[in-house]
């Protein structure tokens, strides 16, 4: 146990956050685009290396971190965020500045986390899920997105679609397996982007929509997995969901 708690994590610790750190808000800030991300840590299963490079990297004794069911039942997990980070966990995921999550099974519902305040839209909680893949594109006016499978539109959007079972951004999503194509708009995307997502539920994507009405209020989410970070601030829209099968 005190083997866990200890080791695991970063290497070069002022050399590793920052460069973390650079990646978390690459991602913040362009929407959508998978960036890499330095994964160096080695938490006690079931924390992620991916979420707990950034949990290491964002959390502190002055940012209380909430944990999923499947988080907190971990002594180890508890244990070694508490080791490492100094950062307070808490019961309420309101409370919380950052919320850990390992899978769509586990994640509240959006607005159970804390939206922060108009005078202070910052004080909200930043949501880091664990993810098995995900695919992102940019698209532009004009371009021809190919044949489509069934979509949703959500919020009245008109953008582009992703042919169902094409792989356009190079990424993590495994043969067969079903996701979710968004087209989402928004500030640091230039016209569109498509972001292929294993899991996401169409609970989610209504939650997203009411999420982002709460402008400058509401949550972030980022989506970690297989090396990289994805950022889904509250700017972004989501204008259409489509089911796809990856080859």
């Known amino acids: 146990m005190d083997n866990l708690v200890f080791d695991g994590g970063f290497a070069d610790l002022v050399k590793d956050s920052q460069s973390v750190f650079r990646t978390v808000m690459d991602a913040l800030s362009r929407p959508g685009l998978k960036q890499p991300i330095h994964v160096d840590a080695a938490p006690p299963a079931p924390l992620s290396a991916e979420v707990a490079a950034i949990a290491l990297t964002l959390a502190d004794h002055d940012s209380p971190v909430w944990l999923d069911e499947t988080l907190a039942a971990s002594e180890a997990v508890v244990a070694w965020l508490k080791f490492h ?15 850990l999550v390992t899978g769509w099974a586990t994640l509240p519902k959006l607005d159970a986390f804390g939206i922060g305040t108009d005078e202070y839209p910052d004080r909200s909680t930043t949501v880091i899920l664990a993810v098995q893949g995900f695919n992102t594109h940019r698209t532009s006016p004009g371009e021809d997105p190919g044949p489509t499978g069934v979509s949703t539109r959500v919020e009245g959007g008109n953008g582009p ?84 099968r990856c080859r």
């Open 85 to 99: 980070t100094g950062a307070p966990i808490v019961s309420d995921p309101r409370e919380a500045d950052f919320a």
């Open 161 to 244: 679609r992703l042919e169902a079972g094409e792989d356009r951004g190079g990424g993590s999503l495994g043969e067969g397996e079903v996701a979710r194509a968004l087209t989402i708009t928004g500030p640091g995307i230039k016209d569109t982007g498509t972001l292929t997502i294993t899991g996401l539920t169409g609970e989610f994507i209504a939650q997203w929509a009411l999420n982002r009405e709460l402008f400058p209020c509401g949550v972030d989410v980022m989506f970690a997995g297989a090396g990289q970070v994805v950022g889904l601030p509250r700017t972004t829209r989501i204008v259409e969901a489509l089911n796809v």
